[in-house]
């Protein structure tokens, strides 16, 4: 426990302070009136009913020492005002022995399990700390080993650009998609905000996306960012975006078992068939055969149409839900969130 709504009363209430120890005996105060109000209403309620939740919230917030500072107040205050003949110390009876023992020793236990939970929780927040921190620093790793990989690429590659440029924009869409998926906590990337990234260089004016939220697994996730950073990119070379009047439709939706995207192209240059199998080409053919999936390319006379399948199964970790009903289109000037 030690944090309610998402307060954090083991920062507000440090264990072992003054603090925590005055907010124990409040504890025992309330529990102290709402026993003597249920005493007046009901006959035959146990005396010391209403110190175990304070001591148990006591121990909760504090730690030990608030915690076994409310056990023994309550039962002090209890044998005093609860236990018959009431208002005074009075030599107790077995029975009243019995009962009071029956409480500290209850009193005991709670004090144990809550610390024993505070423990845990604060080793679990130290858990998260450190793999956040790990995230972090292996994110900063990556970016610094891709950024020495692209110049190591196009020093190595200065004398063929177009090759040079091809793998270097590779491996920028990579390191994009990688920035979604550390941003999502390592869970994976979302389809809508992977084209945002990969469609927000040209002018989105002339692209329009629509389809429901769907959290790709990060393995699927680069794939899909290699083939659309392709797609993109031919359609800025040869396709819609190479003249002023081309414009693409990205549509996607799922059907069990299978996510479906299209990619049309329309109002561009007219399209040919390629007369040789480029990187383009290979990616394509391959990209998703790991999954399951599959792509067909149709190279019509209004521009290309390309169509991605592969299996629901793969898009996304245990417990996170799949797809939404939301979905929207590109406004004038911006590429959108999928919502």
Not at 49 to 77: K, R
Not at 90 to 119: G, M
Not at 191 to 218: C, F, K, N, Q, T
Request: glycine share 8%; aromatic share 8%; net charge neutral.
């Amino acid at each position: 426990m030690a944090a309610f709504h998402g307060v954090n009363f083991r920062k507000l209430v440090p264990a072992g302070s003054a603090e925590a120890y005055a907010f124990a005996i409040f504890c025992v105060a309330v529990a102290a009136a709402v026993r003597w109000v249920a005493g007046l209403w009901f006959e035959g309620i146990v005396p010391f009913a209403t110190f175990f939740p304070a001591v148990l919230l006591a121990a909760l917030i504090g730690g030990i020492g608030p915690g076994i500072l409310a056990a023994i107040a309550g039962g002090l205050i209890g044998w005093w005002a609860f236990l018959p003949p009431s208002m005074t110390f009075f030599p107790l009876r077995p029975a009243q022995v019995i009962s009071l023992l029956a409480y500290l020793i209850t009193c005991l236990i709670l004090v144990w399990a809550a610390e024993h939970y505070r423990r845990l929780t604060k080793r679990l927040e130290d858990e998260q700390k450190f793999r956040e921190l790990a995230v972090e620093e292996l994110a900063h790793r990556l970016k610094n080993k891709v950024a020495t990989i692209q110049s190591i690429v196009s020093l190595r590659l200065r004398e063929d650009p177009q090759a040079r440029d091809e793998i270097v924009n590779c491996l920028g869409a990579l390191r994009a998609t990688d920035d979604l998926i550390i941003a999502a906590q390592g869970k994976g990337a979302r389809i809508g905000d992977i084209l945002s990234a990969e469609l927000r260089p040209y002018d989105v004016a002339r692209i329009s996306v629509e389809g429901p939220e769907i959290l790709l697994s990060p393995k699927l996730a680069l794939t899909m960012a290699l083939l659309l950073h392709e797609l993109a990119t031919n359609a800025a070379k040869y396709g819609a975006l190479s003249d002023s009047v081309g414009k693409i439709s990205v549509r996607w939706s799922h059907s069990d078992p299978w996510l479906n995207l299209e990619w049309r192209e329309s109002e561009g240059p007219p399209v040919t068939v390629p007369n040789h199998r480029g990187f383009g080409t290979r990616l394509f053919s391959r990209a998703l055969e790991q999954f399951g999936g599959k792509v067909e390319a149709t190279f019509a006379s209004t521009g290309l149409i390309c169509k991605l399948s592969v299996p629901l199964s793969e898009l996304t970790p245990s417990g996170v839900p799949p797809s939404s009903d939301a979905s929207v289109s590109l406004a004038a000037n911006t590429m959108p969130k999928i919502s």
